[in-house]
């Protein structure tokens, strides 16, 4: 009861925060900050959908970007020739996403190792094609007159609603069985799991997640292009899990800020600006190759250096 | 008259032109302690990947309770109860020592994915009671202690006592072990064959149990088979095999009047 109750009370204290942002802060802050922040959190929904797949499950997807151009192009046709508004847009993007990722993770999935790095980086290609190719989804010209939504409060609404869904799935039984098929499928096995359907069902989690920030994508400049929603998008992702730490949550959402605020950062120094990013990378990879917070979390970090203030007192002294 | 819980009728596996396990029959009445013995490359790990499920057999049939596993999804062998462990200990390093058996006991929790995103009552209620089973469980294994730990900052014997504990949540009918004394001094191995005989008893589970410190193996199995190339070459009780000239000679040599202590 006070658990429940207390997750609860957590999840309406960071709305009414975002909200509050949106109301009294947004509009006084420079555009082109809140700009940054919104491709911010637009990248932490697909992160932390890739976390759970390949930081917790352990499964090598090379196609995040694909499920969320599904989420994209889903939400923007519902609206463009279903008149769906835009919440119901993003709504329709995750679950055609999550759909997508179920007909691309249940035949694959079954099989172990390198077979979904290999499908899903061809996912990716193929729905690309598909895109510039198909006329009503307007091809390499992209689709345009599409509603703008994607506000500060609606995408933060999302981040909130994607984390807390899951954070508390990896902190249950079932996050335990993510966890367990990627240290060892064999032993996972063994206790009479089906290693296949917990796989799977990381994967349409993931996916849907993605399609909703796809969503967010198509209702924030009026118009998407398939070009956004390319291969690099997906390596781009991986490197954000991975620089940020397998098995955690925190971690890869870190990673995300930084590494999505970066170039916008460094716009300045603009010619520059993938040289450092490039640094960035290597001097993480080799400073910590473990990633920014290996499988630990934010909170368990913090509370280490709680612990270790000058002046905390120490029962191990 | 006790039933036959394992069956292995003219078994057999080839990897190619070689045939790992041939010819091989078993019975395990419910209840029983059987050790599987024999020289290294005997068969015995191939014997327990047969009966679940990760190879198929090539010849002969596995039934459980009378029911054939061939076929049969390593996951679907193990929720019909059959448990084990692994000679090279597959535990979930990046779990702490009670998640382990947590996963071990995941099947008999009833929890879905809306209950953990939503945190219903049902959830917290299998979660109360999954933590109390799993803790009594690791009291039993003498991990308690260590429950909060990651399991791969466990010592070697540990690690082999966790694996048993984690197989054990399952709620199996027949627990198969492979060498769960490798590399425990003689002390450490004299322990867990205690504790082997003991969960026995107490779980009321059949076991098949592989290992090489002959002394405990004759001291708490009421039967044994002995392997040599895929094949069987003695099955008896441990004051039969030790006398079986063929054992002496394949494979116990000298060591074999050594006997329980
Ligand atoms: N998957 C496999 N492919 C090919 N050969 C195998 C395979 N598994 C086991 N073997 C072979 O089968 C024989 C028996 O192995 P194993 O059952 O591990 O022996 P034991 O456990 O008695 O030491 C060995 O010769 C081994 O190399
Ligand atoms: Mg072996």
């Known amino acids: ?317 | 008259m006790s039933e036959a819980l394992l069956e292995l009728r003219k078994t057999g596996i080839r990897f190619g032109g070689l045939r790992a396990v041939s010819d091989l029959d078993l019975v395990l009445p419910v209840g029983v302690l059987h050790g599987l013995i024999g020289p290294n490359g005997a068969g015995k790990t191939t014997v327990f990947n047969l009966v679940t499920g990760i190879y198929e057999p090539t010849e002969g049939d596995i039934l459980l309770a009378g029911r054939s596993l061939k076929g049969v999804a390593p996951a679907k062998v193990a929720a019909a109860g059959i448990g084990r462990t692994f000679q090279n200990i597959r535990l979930f390093a990046g779990l702490s020592v009670i998640e382990n058996v947590k996963v071990g006991m995941h099947r008999h929790l009833e929890s879905t994915l809306l209950d953990a995103v939503l945190r219903t009552p049902r959830y917290r209620r299998v979660e109360v009671e999954a933590e109390e089973q799993c803790r009594t469980l690791l009291e039993t294994f003498g991990l308690l202690a260590l429950a909060e730990q990651p399991a791969d900052s466990l010592a070697y014997g540990l690690r082999r006592r966790l694996e048993i504990a984690r197989a054990l949540a399952t709620k199996p009918r027949l627990l198969l072990l492979d060498e769960p004394a490798a590399g425990m001094n003689p002390s450490e191995a004299d322990d867990l064959m205690h504790l082997i005989r003991w969960v026995r008893d107490t779980f009321e589970v059949t076991i098949l149990l592989i290992e090489h410190h002959m002394p405990v193996v004759m001291g708490i199995c009421e039967r044994i088979t002995v392997l040599d190339h895929g094949a069987l070459i003695a099955e008896g009780s441990p004051d039969e095999i030790r006398r079986d000239p063929k054992v002496i000679e394949a494979y116990l040599g000298a060591d074999v009047h050594a006997g329980p202590a």
């Open chain 1, 1 to 317: 009861m006070r658990q429940g109750a207390l997750a609860y009370g957590i999840l309406a204290l960071l709305l009414a925060a975002v909200w509050g942002i949106e109301l009294f802060l947004v509009p006084w802050t420079d555009p082109y900050l809140t700009d940054i922040v919104i491709r911010v959190g637009i990248n932490l929904l697909a992160v932390m959908g890739l976390a759970l797949v390949l930081g917790f499950t352990g499964q090598f997807s090379l196609g995040h970007a694909g499920f969320m151009a599904v989420g994209a192009y889903a939400a923007a046709a519902s609206t463009l020739y279903a008149g769906v508004p835009p919440v119901g847009g993003i709504v329709v993007g995750g679950l055609v996403a999550a759909l997508a990722g179920f007909g691309v993770g249940l035949p694959t999935l079954r099989l172990s190792g390198d077979y979904l790095a290999v499908v899903t980086l061809g996912f990716n290609g193929i729905i690309i094609v598909l895109i510039q190719n198909s006329p009503a989804l307007g091809g390499a010209q992209g689709l345009t007159g599409l509603p703008v939504a994607t506000t500060f409060g609606l995408t933060f609404t999302c981040v909130v609603l994607g984390g807390l869904f899951i954070r508390n799935l990896l902190v249950s039984p079932l996050g335990r069985v993510f966890e367990a098929v990627r240290d060892n499928e064999i032993a996972t096995r063994s206790l009479g799991i089906d290693t296949t359907r917990a796989k799977v069902l990381a994967f349409v989690v993931g996916a849907f997640w993605a399609g909703v920030s796809g969503a967010l994508i198509a209702y924030y400049r009026s118009s998407i292009f398939p070009s956004q929603f390319q291969f690099d998008r997906s390596i781009e992702q991986v490197a954000m899990v991975v620089l940020g730490g397998t098995g955690s949550l925190s971690g890869p959402l870190i990673a995300a800020t930084i590494l999505s605020a970066l170039p916008e950062v460094l716009r300045p120094v603009a010619q520059y600006r993938m040289v450092i990013y490039s640094i960035v990378l290597i001097a993480m990879m080799i400073l910590r190759p473990t990633g920014l917070l290996g499988n630990h979390e934010l909170s368990d970090v913090l509370k280490r250096l709680w612990q270790k203030r000058p002046g905390a007192r120490s029962t191990a002294a």
